[in-house]
């Protein structure tokens, strides 16, 4: 990706390069002012020549990439980590954890896995469940899945969640992270972006 990146930067911006010089839209003449200054040799009949449209063409395009990027993906970090509900809801969410503030709840859990272990210690976070019943799941919905901005992702049955106090959504630092304290460390998701429905 480095090598890539280098290689389009480069040949853009040679690209670039070579039409200014070719244009010259303004030289400093040799009186010492900045004018336009006709080119000496041939005179340019056509002012829109291939590469200029070529270059005008990806200007264009990074610039419409880099504006849909910051205004529909980037999301900025003063504003707090946030987590989207989708799938089989009615009502698709994207919040905040401040949204649920008054539903927060402190639960004491113990992290348990195959790799890691913590002991035994308080978490204060609003529960998944409710969060869900904002949401409102649709009815045939069966399970659901906790993604992470990483790609991990684990699955639990609808059902469960609904019934258990002791899954929540806490903020840690600058992440969200699901304590899932009725399972195993596996279950216990970091920098949670994402929840779907099934």
């Known amino acids: 990706a480095f090598v890539s ?4 930067a480069g040949s853009f911006g040679h690209s670039v390069l070579e039409v200014v010089l070719e244009a010259r839209p303004l030289r400093i003449s040799p009186g010492g002012w900045m004018g336009t200054v006709p080119s000496p040799g041939r005179k340019k009949t056509a002012p829109l020549t291939f590469k200029l449209v070529v270059t005008s063409l990806l200007v264009l395009l990074l610039t419409g990439g880099a504006v849909y ?3 529909f993906v980037f999301d900025p970090p003063w504003a707090g980590p946030s987590c989207r509900v989708e799938g089989a809801v009615q009502r698709p969410l994207s919040f905040q954890l401040d949204h649920f503030a008054a539903n927060e709840t402190t639960i004491t859990a113990e992290l348990r896995g195959q790799v890691s272990y913590v002991p035994s210690r308080e978490y204060t976070g609003v529960p998944l469940r ?44 600058d992440m969200l992270r699901l304590i899932a304290a009725n399972y195993e460390g596996g279950y216990w998701v970091r920098m949670v972006n994402r929840i779907l429905l099934e």
């Open 69 to 71: 990027y910051f205004a």
């Open 130 to 173: 409710i969060i869900l019943e904002e949401a409102a799941p649709l009815e045939g919905a069966q399970k659901l899945i906790v993604m992470a901005t990483d790609g991990y992702m684990v699955e639990f049955p609808l059902e469960d969640v609904l019934q258990d106090d002791r899954m929540l959504l806490i903020r840690e630092g």
């Open 5 to 8: 990146g280098v290689l389009l």
